[in-house]
């Protein structure tokens, strides 16, 4: 099974920034959706942004304008762009790869902190 290992969180001042980055490793298809999670204390995990293999990109809501979600030039590695950011983008992020219908395992997800 695909395993993931991301990178890149912090503390950070709301209005801040942050780049995030994803790494998967095992059998890599060319097909695929690479996508970022968060998850916030008390909340269920959700869906951030994703990026299919053809480049086809989706934002949620909440982070539309402020997020760049972009793949690296090696086929398994996704990073995130996160500007402007704000104490409710707080949580642990995750990324993960939907391929032949299956996601890879969870990693240790990376601590996203935004306070001042």
């Known amino acids: 099974q695909v395993q993931l290992v991301e990178s890149g969180g912090g503390l950070v001042q709301p209005g801040g920034s942050l780049r995030l980055s994803c790494a998967a490793s095992?059998?890599?298809?060319?097909?695929?959706?690479m996508a970022w999670y968060r998850q916030a204390p008390g909340k269920q995990r959700e869906l951030v942004a994703s990026?299919?293999?053809?480049?086809?990109?989706y934002y949620a809501d909440s982070v539309k304008g402020r997020f760049t979600c972009s793949r690296g030039n090696a086929k398994n590695t996704v990073y995130l762009q996160m500007n402007s950011l704000k104490p409710e983008d707080t949580a642990v992020y995750y990324c993960?790869?939907?391929?032949?219908?299956?996601?890879?395992?969870w990693g240790q997800g990376t601590q996203v902190t935004v306070s001042s």
């Open positions: 990026v299919t293999s053809g480049g086809a990109i």
């Open positions: 095992g059998t890599i298809f060319s097909t695929n959706v």
């Open positions: 993960n790869i939907m391929q032949s219908g299956r996601l890879g395992s």
